[in-house]
């Protein structure tokens, strides 16, 4: 019974630290939040937050490496076997940051540093390469595809999210999707 509570208390401190951190992130950029500001919003003092956290970017980096462990698993939810699936892959994509529109701004907003886009970008690419249309490729040139394809796709989720979520994701992944594949088969002319 005591270890459930204290597991309980534990996810609290955590979840106050976590929402703090964000509510900061929209204001101002992770070099500017101290420690201090954190454990204030989130009254919780600083040895415990210590106890918890190296510092202020390490709470952004595990904050970053949930939201990417939820995204792992929700793409995993879904097998994809064809070609086809490559929409539906960049489909779940979407609907995942839509239903984590606020925190996801965030994290790829200019306040936070690069590197949640990088571990969006490793884990897109390695569902990416699992796909039909990459396994076509010589293994040569299918890293460098699937880097290509993922930067574009990573930038154009980032205008998507920032610019209202329009269209709507199975809309946005049918047209992020024809401009992969048209692309890759060398038919760019074809894209209109």
């Known amino acids: 019974m005591a270890v459930n ?5 534990k996810k609290y401190t955590r979840m106050m630290l976590k929402n703090s951190l964000i509510k900061l992130l929209a204001e101002k950029p992770i070099s500017a939040i101290t420690v201090k500001e954190i454990c204030e919003l989130a009254d919780i003092n600083r040895s415990t937050f210590y ?14 490496d949930e ?30 940051y839509a239903s984590k529109e606020k925190i996801c701004k965030i994290l790829l907003s200019e306040n936070t540093c690069t590197s ?27 890293d460098y595809v699937t880097i290509f394809v993922i930067s574009g796709s990573i930038h ?26 048209k692309g890759l088969n060398g038919s760019a002319s074809q894209l209109s």
């Open 5 to 9: 509570k204290l597991d309980r208390r």
């Open 51 to 64: 106890a918890h956290y190296e510092n202020q970017f390490d709470l952004l980096d595990k904050v970053e």
């Open 116 to 142: 949640f886009e990088k571990k969006v970008m490793n884990s897109a690419c390695r569902f990416m390469k699992e796909t039909a249309a990459m396994k076509r490729f010589d293994s040569d040139i299918s």
């Open 156 to 181: 154009t989720l980032k205008k998507w999210l920032f610019s209202g979520m329009t269209p709507p994701p199975k809309e946005m992944a049918e047209i992020i999707n024809k401009l992969i594949m």
């Open 67 to 96: 939201i990417i462990g939820e995204m792992n698993e929700y793409l995993s939810q879904y097998g994809h076997e064809k070609e086809r699936d490559t929409s539906k892959l960049i489909e779940r994509l979407l609907e995942y």
